[in-house]
């Protein structure tokens, strides 16, 4: 059982409103192959939630009415376990969309997906991939035990298809989150690290780094209380916000979907129930919207997005802006 949070809705985080609605993001389900420490959504095996097939083809209408939309960003839980996740991509790629798949690698091994990553590169899918570190200890203690040896060979089978090697046209980003109640450290020269170590021990290429913070909710805001931590955690983002960083942050430019199809400005809100409205009070869905209804409104803001604007920024394309080290990379 998780640990009780606080609340997080009343604020003094600054005003923020959307600009054009450029990409939805899709959070297909919350079941997924792992369990991991910091998972912001609480996704694991046990879970059973996944977007329907009538929620897709709203979500594709959705898109068709909306030539703004130019990105569809696919999470979890492991996005690919939705039973309708490649009819989505193969939908949504024939519209022109750029499709993003946020991958935690360990799927691509899993018992009937051996051919998943062929199918992301037919179709030409940018992947955006969990690597917490580049080093085995670390990322086994976060991810559980095999983890890395499985993620490097599903590294290894996508370089071979050519993700993240130059003219390939296939995109391979991979993602850093700190061990624990710390910020990132500066983004440019962990991915250095990260691009040397993975080339030199084991011949892997990738594209871009992607550092995010941790955000206080859900199964990494349990741990956070549970260690007596939240409290400090929270007067070190509030205590690291860089205004300059609020231009930028991702809730200007996306919406979140739920597997439900309601809509909310980012997907940590979405975690907090903190969605859009209609005039009337009601949850906003899919169905009920277009993205020009919703840009240029005020966006809902809560102490956890100090997690966003804290240090270099934190946003689902990774940070803001380069920033002073906090911590020290895979060791906090």
């Given at each position: 059982m998780h640990a009780t949070l606080p609340l997080l809705a009343r604020t003094d985080f600054p005003a923020l409103r959307r600009r054009a609605v450029e990409t939805l993001q899709v959070n297909l389900g919350y079941r997924c192959n792992q369990s991991c420490q910091h998972c912001h959504v609480d996704a694991g095996p046990h879970r059973s939630e996944q977007m329907t097939r009538e929620t897709i083809d709203a979500l594709l209408d959705f898109v068709a009415a909306s030539p703004e939309v130019r990105t569809l960003d696919l999470t979890g839980g492991a996005p690919e376990l939705n039973a309708h996740f490649r009819a989505l991509v193969v939908a949504a790629r024939s519209r022109g969309l750029t499709v993003i798949d946020r991958c935690n690698l360990t799927i691509l091994d899993e018992p009937g997906q051996e051919d998943l990553a062929a199918f992301l590169a037919a179709q030409g899918v940018e992947i955006v991939a969990s690597m917490p570190c580049y080093l085995e200890d670390n990322v086994d203690r976060q991810r559980?035990?095999?983890?890395?040896?499985?993620?490097?060979?599903?590294?290894?089978?996508?370089?071979?298809?050519?993700?993240?090697?130059?003219?390939?046209?296939?995109?391979?980003?991979?993602?850093?989150?700190?061990?624990?109640?710390?910020?990132?450290?500066?983004?440019?020269?962990?991915?250095?690290?990260?691009?040397?170590?993975?080339?030199?021990?084991?011949?892997?290429?990738?594209?871009?780094?992607?550092?995010?913070?941790?955000?206080?909710?859900?199964?990494?805001?349990?741990?956070?209380?549970?260690?007596?931590?939240?409290?400090?955690?929270?007067?070190?983002?509030?205590?690291?916000?860089?205004?300059?960083?609020?231009?930028?942050v991702m809730c200007r430019s996306l919406v979140s979907v739920d597997w439900q199809g309601h809509l909310y400005d980012c997907d940590f809100n979405q975690q907090l129930g903190l969605a859009l409205q209609a005039g009337d009070g009601r949850r906003l869905h899919i169905a009920d919207a277009g993205a020009r209804e919703l840009a240029q409104r005020a966006i809902r803001v809560a102490d956890h997005c100090y997690g966003c604007t804290a240090g270099q920024g934190s946003s689902c394309g990774g940070a803001l802006a380069e920033g002073a080290a906090v911590a020290s990379p895979c060791t906090s």
């Amino acid at each position: 059982m998780h640990a009780t949070l606080p609340l997080l809705a009343r604020t003094d985080f600054p005003a923020l409103r959307r600009r054009a609605v450029e990409t939805l993001q899709v959070n297909l389900g919350y079941r997924c192959n792992q369990s991991c420490q910091h998972c912001h959504v609480d996704a694991g095996p046990h879970r059973s939630e996944q977007m329907t097939r009538e929620t897709i083809d709203a979500l594709l209408d959705f898109v068709a009415a909306s030539p703004e939309v130019r990105t569809l960003d696919l999470t979890g839980g492991a996005p690919e376990l939705n039973a309708h996740f490649r009819a989505l991509v193969v939908a949504a790629r024939s519209r022109g969309l750029t499709v993003i798949d946020r991958c935690n690698l360990t799927i691509l091994d899993e018992p009937g997906q051996e051919d998943l990553a062929a199918f992301l590169a037919a179709q030409g899918v940018e992947i955006v991939a969990s690597m917490p570190c580049y080093l085995e200890d670390n990322v086994d203690r976060q991810r559980g035990q095999g983890t890395f040896e499985r993620s490097i060979r599903m590294l290894q089978r996508l370089n071979g298809l050519g993700y993240g090697r130059a003219g390939s046209g296939l995109a391979l980003n991979l993602v850093y989150n700190p061990q624990g109640a710390c910020l990132p450290p500066p983004q440019e020269a962990l991915e250095r690290d990260y691009k040397q170590h993975l080339a030199t021990q084991y011949g892997i290429v990738f594209d871009h780094l992607f550092t995010l913070a941790n955000m206080p909710i859900q199964r990494f805001g349990s741990m956070l209380v549970s260690k007596g931590q939240f409290d400090d955690y929270m007067t070190l983002l509030r205590g690291a916000h860089r205004e300059a960083n609020l231009d930028a942050v991702m809730c200007r430019s996306l919406v979140s979907v739920d597997w439900q199809g309601h809509l909310y400005d980012c997907d940590f809100n979405q975690q907090l129930g903190l969605a859009l409205q209609a005039g009337d009070g009601r949850r906003l869905h899919i169905a009920d919207a277009g993205a020009r209804e919703l840009a240029q409104r005020a966006i809902r803001v809560a102490d956890h997005c100090y997690g966003c604007t804290a240090g270099q920024g934190s946003s689902c394309g990774g940070a803001l802006a380069e920033g002073a080290a906090v911590a020290s990379p895979c060791t906090s």
